[in-house]
């Protein structure tokens, strides 16, 4: 069922293959020794065949050449593309980052505000409860100078009528 013009259009794709693959290999070491030749050689001993195969092979190395030229643009556009979107997402972080600090900051500055607040109520309490003690310590020392003087005042008149506290000698006589 297959006719024999399938299998020709067949070959020369395979031999362009392999045309394409040694011409790669060539132009990737950078060595193209085929127009050196053409241009050297006297145009007698040209034949046909080899006239084409040579045109053949520029043919196939100039398009191996503009596609290697469209891969490495192909490959700088990603790269371009990448890299600024790189730069977007960057500029997008520090933005943030930014807007983090200052808030951070801000919060800090209402913590040590309140900090200084609770602070001064704190010593504020704490002078109160200061002042309280000292007007308690000052009722005390008042008390205890008004007993002292009731004291003296009883034991001068003790000591005027000669009389004897029985309290006092209740506990050692008996």
Known sequence: MESSEPKQLQQPVKEEKDAAHENDIDVE??????????????????????RDSVLA????????????AWK???????????????????SWENTK????????KIIEEK????KA???????NKAAEIHK???EKRAMIEAKRGEEFLKIEETATKFRATGY?????LGCFSS
Do not use: C, G, W
């Open 164 to 168: 004897t506290p029985k309290k006092f």
């Open 132 to 134: 309280e003690a000292e």
């Open 97 to 104: 980052k930014a807007d983090v600090e200052a808030q951070l």
């Open 57 to 68: 092979r520029v043919e196939t190395e100039k398009r191996l050449a503009l596609v290697k």
């Open 29 to 50: 070491k950078s060595v193209i020794p085929v127009p050196e030749k053409v241009a050297s050689a006297p145009a007698v001993e040209n034949s046909p065949n080899d």
């Open 117 to 123: 607040e609770y602070a001064e109520k704190m010593k």
């Open 111 to 114: 913590l040590e505000k309140k």
């Open 72 to 90: 490495e643009n192909e490959k700088a556009k990603v790269d371009n593309r990448a890299h600024k979107k790189i730069s977007a997402i960057e």
